[in-house]
């Protein structure tokens, strides 16, 4: 499954901006964020759905999210919160 395309995250501006206030995330290219070095959160159309991958609290794998409702946005910013903050007490 590829990388969602540009209008495809156009539908996602609100959920990403609200990523890219996390002040230690970097966004090397559009909808592809990293922590520290690693591949963290990226974002796929699957057959119309758009999924959010987030990568594990473990560091070995993602966590896939629906990020076509609000509800799923929230969750995906929340968890996303919480796995920078572990990263940052490590």
């Known amino acids: ?17 609200q990523l890219r ?3 230690t995330l970097r966004e090397p ?29 473990s560091g070995t794998g993602f966590d896939r999210y629906a990020v076509d409702t609000p ?3 929230r969750k995906l910013v929340d968890d996303a919160k919480r796995r920078v903050n572990r990263h940052e007490e490590d």
């Open 1 to 17: 499954m590829a990388h969602a395309d540009e209008a495809a995250l156009e539908r996602l501006l609100p959920l990403l901006r």
């Open 21 to 23: 206030e996390i002040k």
């Open 29 to 57: 290219k559009p909808g592809i964020f990293y922590l520290k070095g690693s591949a963290f959160i990226h974002f796929h159309d699957d057959a119309g759905a758009l999924v959010a991958d987030l990568k594990k609290a």
């Open 71 to 73: 509800p799923g946005q």
